[in-house]
């Protein structure tokens, strides 16, 4: 079965520069989310789109923002990257906003992000 | 959300039954218990969910209490592959739709 996609796998960048992660979604959900886990910390949720709208946002830093296309992709946007970014992000999907399979989030292997 | 509150870790022999609980206590009528499983740096994994009624996939059974305050998650044959940390997750459908992730148990699957 087709799973959530996401790129790169691994990034490295410097401190001030930006970064862009894509996420694809499992076809026909609807949902994308966005969850950050720093090293030895649980992931932490940050935003997340509904049919290409924002529809929840988390502790997400004012320098991140995202979005969601119209073939539903979505990508997380970085800037003036800081040491404490570096993290694993996940994207994870799903379908029926609003009732209890919105809570069935399937989720990527995720990228590791490193900034030095 | 209800809080949850899980034992830190957790040792089970493989072949053997792993039972995992988590108390929520405050939990609301209208909230679902949620189970999750994270192997190490991959990306969580749904497991399974339920209201008040137990519940059984392929993975896993969750039994939930009759007053609802606790439930317990059993997977019944462990394997080494199901080494991870567990979180549960109490949730209304319509309260937004991140998860909380906090406070799971590290399930080790000893041979």
């Known amino acids: 079965a087709a799973g959530v996609i996401q790129s790169p796998r691994h990034l490295i960048k410097e401190k001030r520069e930006t970064a862009t992660l894509k996420c694809y979604p499992i076809?026909?959900?609807?949902?994308v989310y966005w969850y950050q886990q720093g090293p030895g910390q649980d992931p932490q949720f940050l935003i997340s789109f509904y049919e290409k709208m924002q529809s929840d946002k988390g502790s997400i830093p004012d320098r991140f923002s995202a979005q969601q296309f119209s073939d539903y992709h979505s990508e997380l946007n970085m800037s003036s990257l800081e040491l404490g970014d570096s993290a694993l992000y996940f994207c994870?999907?799903?379908?029926?906003?609003?009732?209890?399979?919105?809570?069935?989030?399937?989720f990527g292997p995720g990228t590791r992000l490193t900034v030095t | 959300d209800a809080k949850t509150t899980q034992p830190p870790s957790m040792d089970c022999a493989e072949g053997r039954a792993a039972n995992l609980p988590c108390n929520h206590s405050?939990?609301?009528?209208?909230?679902?218990v949620y189970w999750y499983r994270q192997i190490h740096s991959q990306g969580p994994q749904y497991i399974i969910h339920g209201l008040k009624n137990n519940e059984t996939n392929e993975m896993a059974s969750l039994i939930i209490t009759e007053d609802r305050k606790s439930s317990t998650l059993i997977l019944p044959h462990a394997t080494l592959r199901d080494t991870a940390v567990y979180y549960c997750i109490v949730r209304v459908p319509s309260a937004g739709n991140m998860l909380t992730f906090g406070g799971g148990t590290r399930l080790m699957v000893k041979p």
């Open positions: 076809p026909r959900h609807d949902t």
């Open positions: 405050t939990i609301s009528g209208n909230e679902y």
């Open positions: 994870a999907s799903s379908v029926g906003l609003g009732t209890t399979l919105s809570y069935e989030q399937y």
